[in-house]
């Protein structure tokens, strides 16, 4: 079963080690970002509840909000700490749900019943890694600095790493290649990028979940 070699692979990913964070240089300049606010309390910012919009990140949200709640100790507490540098690409309520259809074969109406379809079927600790793997800890990556990155490996929190692939930097089109080989790699979403700008934690939304084992 699909799950089931889901569960064991991520088991086995905590422990894989991953490349280390290659960026290029913006073009322009700019001071660095000093702002101390967290990601954590802009995913929260418009309530713990999930809705009717599939195009946020309430489900990453609940996510984060779970895996504490079992395991107050985890890395996933980074994102509430406004004063350590990272970058998020944050999969959108869609890709949540197209994620629990993949591993369900069935298809969820809500956001609440996705997420519950999701951490049912894998369990908490593979969320945790799920989440990890979507974090790059240590650097604040605008969009900018991304559209001039072609090719960089971007180390996570999980220890696994995605390469940057800019398919168009003049209509920001950037895939993130993960390391699933056999599904659809996600894609930056436009309207989306800069999430906290200005901050030392900054977040781009993405079009699909990252995969960190090859299922």
């Known amino acids: 079963m699909r799950t089931r070699r889901l569960v064991s692979a991520l088991a086995a990913a905590t422990l894989a080690g991953g490349a280390a964070v290659a960026l290029a240089p913006s073009a322009t300049a700019?001071?660095?970002?000093?702002?101390t606010t967290s990601l954590a309390s802009v995913l929260a910012?418009?309530?713990s509840g999930f809705d009717r919009s599939w195009y946020d990140f309430d489900v990453v949200d609940n996510a984060v909000a779970?895996?504490?709640a079992a395991k107050p100790g985890s890395p996933v507490a980074v994102l509430a700490d406004g004063?350590?540098?990272l970058t998020a690409f944050l999969p959108n309520d869609r890709a949540f749900q197209l994620l629990a259809f993949d591993l369900t074969h069935r298809w969820y109406g809500s956001e609440q019943k996705a997420f519950e379809a999701i951490a049912g079927a894998v369990g908490i600790d593979a969320v945790e890694t799920v989440l990890l793997y979507h974090v790059v800890p240590g650097a604040t990556i605008d969009?900018?600095?991304a559209l001039a990155s072609d090719g960089a490996a971007l180390t996570t929190a999980q220890g696994g790493s995605f390469t940057v692939d800019v398919l168009?930097?003049?209509l920001a089109l950037v895939r993130l290649k993960d390391a699933d080989r056999n599904d659809g790699d996600p894609f930056l979403v436009r309207s989306k990028l800069d999430l906290n700008?200005?901050?030392v934690q900054i977040a781009h939304g993405i079009s699909a979940v990252l995969r960190?084992?090859?299922l």
Do not use: E, I, K, Q
Request: glycine residues 14%; hydrophobic residues 30%.
């Open 197 to 199: 700008a200005g901050n």
């Open 66 to 68: 779970a895996v504490l």
């Open 168 to 170: 168009s930097r003049h």
């Open 45 to 47: 910012a418009d309530g």
């Open 212 to 214: 960190p084992v090859d």
């Open 143 to 145: 969009s900018g600095t």
């Open 83 to 85: 004063t350590v540098p």
């Open 30 to 35: 700019a001071p660095p970002p000093s702002g």
